[in-house]
Structures are given as C-alpha cells and as structure tokens.
C-alpha cells in the first residue's frame, strides 16, 4: 500500500515539473522584448539640413518623448554633433563619453569631485528636456550661421535601447562685448588685484552670461616694446569657480610685476588684453587697457565707533544698567534688543563721561556689538554713509584696487577669544615682535562684527570691570597688513546699587544771563545742601555740550554718562531762567538708567517745564509720568507766562504739608523783577512759573499770588493781579513729590535760585533727609 501511495506522489511531482516547464516556455516565445520608441517633441528644427528654413537663436530648449509598449523608458541619453557629424562639448555639456553622449553625476555620486574625473557617471537621466547652447561661431570664433545636430534616445527597463531621435538646427548669435568692471584705465594698483570681467550679449532671452574669458598681461615701453615678466600666452577663465573672476596676488603664486621708475619717471606701463566667449563660442572684440603696479601699498582699519565724528558711530551695547528704551528718529542700524519687566531695552551707545573715555555700566549680561571694516568701506568712513568699497591707502588715502581678504583682532593684548575659531593654526598670527592675534577671513562668522561677552573678558566680573582695549587690523590680497592696527578703548564700571548710593550732584544747565547768573546760581546751590553735605558733584551741561563735541553718539541728545551720575544718592537739577528752554528732556536714556536703579532726582525750573513736557511727550519719553507722576499729554503743565513782563504775580511758594512758605527773593538780581535804576519800572513778581494741570503726585507748594490791586501810576506794564487774575492763578500745584518704590522724585514749577535762600536751604535739608 505505501509503495503505491509514492508512485502515485512521484507521478504528480513529475507532471506538475513537465507543466511549469512548459508554461515558461510558452511565457518566452509569447513576450519578446519590444524596443522602446523616442521623438522629438519641438516644432522647431528640421529632420534634415535641406528642409532647414533659416537660424534659430543659439540657445534652444529641446523637448523629447519615449514610450515602452511592454515596459517603461527608464531614462534618456543626447549628443551634439557638428555638421559633419563628429560629436562636439557645448557650453554646460562638455564632458562627453567615448561615443559623445554627455555624461551627468549618477544620484549617489559625490560631486565635489570634477565630473571629467569622477567614476560615478552616466548618460542616462530621467529629465525630458534640455537647454543647449548651440555653437554659432566658425574656427576664428566669429559670428556665423552654425548647422548642428542634436540626437537623442532613451532605454527600457530591460536594458534595450531606442533608435536615435534628430534633428538638425541652424545657430545664430551677435558678438558680444566685453568690459571690466574694475576702473584701473590709467591707474596705479597695488601687486594683487581681482580683475572682474563682464560681458553684455546682445541675444534676446539669453542674458549676459558668458562662457569664459581669456586675458594677456604685458609690461610694455613707453616706445611700445615689451618688457619681459609675464608668459607670452592667452589665459584662459575656463577652470576657474568664476570665470568672470581672475585673482592675481603673491598669496597666489601670480603677483603682478611692479612697473619700473627711475629718478620719479615711470620707465613702463601694465597692459591688460581681454576677450570674452559667449555660451555660442563667439569672441569678442579684444578690449585692451594699462595701468601702473606700485607696491607699498597698506590698507587702513576703522573700527566704526567715531573715532573723530561721533555721527559716525557704529558701536552699541546692552545689559541691565546700559541700555536705551526708545528708538531714535535718526538711528539706521538694527539694533539688538531684550523684553524686560520695564519694557524693551535696545542697546545703545558707549557715553563720553567726563574723563573723556567711552564708558558703559557693567552686568554679567553686558554685551558690546563690535563693527570694523577697512579706510574706504563707506564715505567719510562712516557707516551710515553710502557704501563705496574703495581700499585706500592707509598713508595717502589713495585707491589702489585690492581687495580686503582678512582681519586680525587682539582684545586687551590677547588674541581674540572666539570658541568657534580658535586662535591656532592659520587663525593664529604671531608678529616678528611676539604680538599674537586672531586671524579671521572677511567672509567669517566674525569677518567683520562681533559680539563682545562676560565669556570674552574670561567669565569675570572683576576682568570685565575696567578699561578694555580692541584692536583690529586689516589684511588685503597682497597680504600686507595695516601697519597702524585701529583701537577702541573703552572702560566698563560696575555698577553701584541703591544702598550704596551717596552724595548730591548738582547739573546746572543754566546759560550766565542776567536772569540766572552764574555766580549766584552755583553759589545758591551749594549753599542750599551745604547742612546735608560738605562737598558735591557738579556737572555744567551746557559746557559739556560745548567741549567734548560728543552729543552724536546719542543722536544729539543725551550727552551726560550714566557711570558719571550713577553713585550719588540724588541729583538736582536746575535750569532757573524761568523764560529759557532747557535740555533735561534729553538726557532722558541717562536718567532712565541712574532712576531705575534706585537714583533720586528734584527739578527746578520754571515757566518753560511747560514745553520740556512737551518735548517728552512728543519723542515718547516718559520720564516725567513714570517718575514724577505727570501724564504724558500736552496740557498736564501750563504756565502762568513766557515772559518776566507778564503776569508778574508770583510772590510765594505756599507750604503743603510739613514744609514751610517760600517767599520771593526781593529785591531780585534779575533787573526785569528788580530795576534799582528806575523804581517804578520794577514788577517785584514773577511770570515765567510752570504749574500742574494733572498728576498722580502730592502736592507741596502751591502758587502765591499777590493780592489784587491796581497797577501804580506810571508803570507801563501790568504787575498786580485784577480778581479774576487772583482767582485763576491763587493755589495753583506748582512743585510736586512722587515716590515710587524705588525713588523719591520732586519737580518745582518756580526756580530755587529766585526764593529766599535760607527758606530754601531749610526745604532742601528737610527733602534731602527723606530720602529713602
């Protein structure tokens, strides 16, 4: 039984053997391979040269389609072939297989490897199209009517090709023209140039691209014999990453050769031959320029912080005690800047403090934006000027044509520290002297900028406190370095925190006048805190506007250093002709910076706090509401007059509170208030008082108006108070206290200098010792 159960398997087996071998018999004889068919898609063209009907542009966009009945194209292969056709390289197709097939990087080839020497090509791709430059020059590469041949086919997934698709076009293209696009005509240069060539074609939706160019130096007499130094050859741009580009330099290999001068007479010149090939292989007319090569030259570095034109600033900085909070109307840059609890902080402007130093307060988040580039980069080597990319000499300022390739950087007699660019191997520069600098490339990270940390000065406090020094010098393409490298040195200070703020500063900004002298003003003013302190800080801010001729680096506004204010426990100041404008607006980026760390301020002023309101209001500046409690809006301060002459009805300062009256100083040193040479023309008043329309804060002296009366006889102005007048003015707000919680702030609609000195000083004392 069981031997006929295995016959009767090894029967089945047998069969089903016998059937599938027939079936794949029967599957090969059924499905022969069919070629794959390919045609050319453009109307454009001919199928042969006696069916050409005249040129077409040089430049074609060929379009194909292949189809595989029992398959699929699996990608297509083209050639140009001349007239006689033998196959031929056309611009951006010019590595050929043996047959003349152009060859591409297969997908998984590595390409930085030139395709002529890479061994992962092929013919093959799957792109249905393609733009050719058909060759429209003859052998001496002028314009002709070219005929080609453009042949195309394609493979199926088995491997079998398609016969080849053709067709025949004429070329046609104009001869271009050729151009530097340096002006050297005529010129001295240094030893190393960049020559940039440009070609314009006149061919309609081609452009100017060209293919290459090709140049000749010669040094030539002035008779026109040449003088030996350079190969008597065409060099070709053809290899070069950019053929419109050709570098000659001594860091190259290929330095130009200086031109002779004997006894100050030049003895030969420089000729420069050009030729540009367009992508139809056509020539162009042979441009020919000379110069002279010079050496000597040494490029110039600016570190762009107005080093002599505060304008031309460049430079900012940003941390918790340096910092602006507004955007000036005048500023170009983009500024860096961080979200805080008090709102945006941008960075702003070293200050120019009073020991003439560029200075800054300190945090461990202090950052300082470095700017540098080299004599030329922009007009008058200011930033904020055009850009004009002339390399000037550094002695003579003269142009000399060469590029600017490198920068070295040392920072306080160190090369600079720059993690991702250490100071070692080519980015290390050791000078004959021992001096060691960080070289860096113009194309680097930190080419030409750089953010100066806490990292950079060692991650220390006690290293970044202190007086810094930057050094930058340029490199340019001779590899001559600025001999006179540019420094900035600057001084950053600690800061100094509220409890440990002491003293009084006192900021006059006061012109010597008859109606706030000098003399007097300073004198009332020390005499008024002298029970509080001995001695005191003072600041002339007119002066200072007129001696240190920094106001640019602030936009024309804040000129007083906040490392120069920042250690006293309050600042007074005072502008006393009532009739003057005056700047305290601003120093508004100053005296937000000293209040915010717990400063306290008293203003004393006059009629014209009406118009520094004003001017807060317009510019954004929130001074007098965030730290004197008076809304940013043009009628919270008013004033009783503009002038000494009217309304002359201010006597008194009356006490709110715990302080005491004030009266007027009369007589008056002001002669509008006090005329001792005609009695009768004095007003024994004053106009110009300021007083406080709304506020938050708490009044603490108010208006005291004469009594009503009639003016007496003889006197040509108005001076006493009808009732009406009595009644509008009398118990007016005129001086203020707000406090916050980090500061006490008092403003004062009267100036101090025109009140009873002792009364005054009596108030001051009593504010002084309040202080928190």
């Not at 699929?72 to 031929?88: D, K, S, T």
């Not at 915010?596 to 009406?610: D, E, Q, V």
């Not at 100036?751 to 928190?772: A, E, G």
Request: charged fraction near 20%; charge should be negative; proline fraction near 5%.
């Amino acid at each position: 039984m069981f031997r006929k159960k295995s016959a009767i398997y090894l029967i089945l087996v047998i069969a089903v053997v016998l059937i599938m071998s027939t079936s794949c018999e029967r599957k090969g004889t059924l499905n022969t391979n069919l070629q794959p068919y390919i045609t050319i898609t453009n109307y454009f063209g001919a199928d042969s040269t006696s069916l050409i009907s005249g040129p077409l542009l040089f430049q074609q966009t060929i379009q194909w389609s292949g189809t595989d009945e029992d398959g699929w194209v699996e990608g297509y292969a083209f050639r140009v072939l001349n007239e006689e056709g033998e196959p031929i390289a056309t611009p951006g197709y010019d590595v050929l297989d043996e047959n003349g097939w152009v060859k591409f990087y297969t997908p998984s080839a590595e390409q930085d490897i030139p395709l002529s020497q890479s061994a992962e090509t092929t013919i093959w791709r799957d792109q249905c199209y393609s733009t050719v430059n058909f060759p429209a020059a003859d052998a001496n590469g002028d314009s002709a009517n070219v005929v080609s041949i453009f042949e195309v086919k394609c493979i199926d997934n088995a491997g079998n090709e398609s016969d080849i698709a053709r067709k025949y076009f004429q070329a046609h293209s104009h001869t271009p023209s050729i151009f530097l696009d340096t002006e050297i005509d005529g010129k001295t240069i240094s030893t190393a140039i960049i020559f940039s060539f440009v070609m314009k074609d006149g061919d309609p939706f081609v452009g100017d691209d060209p293919y290459y160019f090709k140049y000749k130096l010669e040094r030539r007499k002035l008779d026109g014999t040449i003088v030996g130094g350079y190969p008597d050859e065409w060099i070709s741009t053809l290899e070069l990453p950019d053929v419109s580009l050709a570098l000659h330099s001594a860091l190259n290999g290929n330095a130009l050769i200086p031109n002779t001068i004997e006894n100050d007479v030049l003895q030969d010149s420089t000729f420069l031959r050009i030729k540009a090939i367009d992508t139809a292989l056509i020539e162009s007319e042979e441009l020919e320029i000379s110069f002279i090569v010079k050496e000597g030259f040494y490029p110039g570095t600016v570190i762009y912080y107005g080093d002599g034109n505060a304008n031309a600033n460049g430079i900012y900085s940003l941390g918790a005690s340096h910092f602006a909070t507004y955007l000036d109307d005048a500023i170009s840059d983009i500024l860096p800047s961080v979200q805080t609890s008090d709102g945006v902080h941008y960075a702003t402007a070293f200050w120019y403090d009073g020991e003439d130093k560029y200075s800054a307060i300190g945090s461990n988040d202090f950052k300082t934006y470095m700017r540098w580039g080299y004599n030329g980069e922009y007009k008058d080597n200011d930033p904020h000027k055009r850009r004009e990319d002339k390399t000037l000499d550094e002695i003579t300022g003269q142009e000399y044509f060469c590029e600017i390739i490198g920068y070295d950087i040392r920072l306080d007699g160190e090369p600079y520290y720059y993690p991702p660019i250490p100071a070692e191997d080519d980015h290390l520069q050791v000078d004959d002297d021992g001096k060691e600098w960080l070289r860096v490339g113009a194309n680097d990270a930190i080419g030409q900028a750089t953010t100066v940390t806490f990292t950079s000065y060692g991650g220390s406090l006690d290293n970044m406190y202190g007086e810094h020094t930057f050094e930058v010098r340029a490199i340019d393409l001779q590899g001559a370095v600025d001999l006179t490298p540019h420094e900035f040195t600057y001084t950053i200070v600690a800061p100094v925190p509220k409890e440990e703020k002491s003293g009084i500063l006192i900021i006059d900004d006061d012109a010597d006048t008859g109606e706030s002298p000098g003399g007097y003003v300073d004198t009332l003013y020390t005499y008024i805190i002298s029970d509080y302190v001995e001695e005191h800080g003072y600041i002339n801010r007119k002066e200072l506007s007129l001696s240190n001729g920094m106001s640019g680096l602030h936009h024309a506004k804040s000129i007083i250093a906040p490392s120069d204010i920042q250690q006293y426990k309050a600042i007074i100041y005072h502008s006393d002709n009532g009739a003057a404008e005056f700047d305290f607006w601003k120093e508004f980026e100053a005296f937000k910076i000293y209040l915010l760390h717990g400063g306290n301020l008293i203003l004393s002023g006059g009629g014209t706090l009406k118009i520094i309101h004003e001017k807060c209001s317009d510019n954004g500046f929130n001074i007098l509401e965030e730290y004197f409690g008076i809304p940013m809006n043009n009628t919270s301060i008013n004033r009783v007059s503009s002038e000494y002459l009217v309304n002359p009805f201010f006597i008194k300062a009356i006490a709110e509170g715990s302080f005491n009256d004030i009266d007027l100083l009369l007589p008056s040193f002001n002669s509008t208030i006090t005329n001792p040479m005609a009695p009768f023309l004095s007003v024994n008043g004053l106009g110009p008082v300021a007083y406080f329309n709304s506020h938050n804060s708490e009044v603490i002296f108010s208006y005291g108006c004469k009594d009503v009366a009639e003016d007496p006889p003889g006197c040509p102005f108005h001076i006493n108070p009808t009732q009406e007048e009595y009644d509008l003015y009398n118990g007016l707000p005129v001086a203020l206290k707000y406090e916050t919680t980090n500061n006490s702030c008092y403003i004062f609609g009267f100036p101090l200098s025109y009140m009873d000195r002792d009364q005054v000083k009596t108030m001051m004392t009593q504010i002084l010792n309040d202080l928190p």
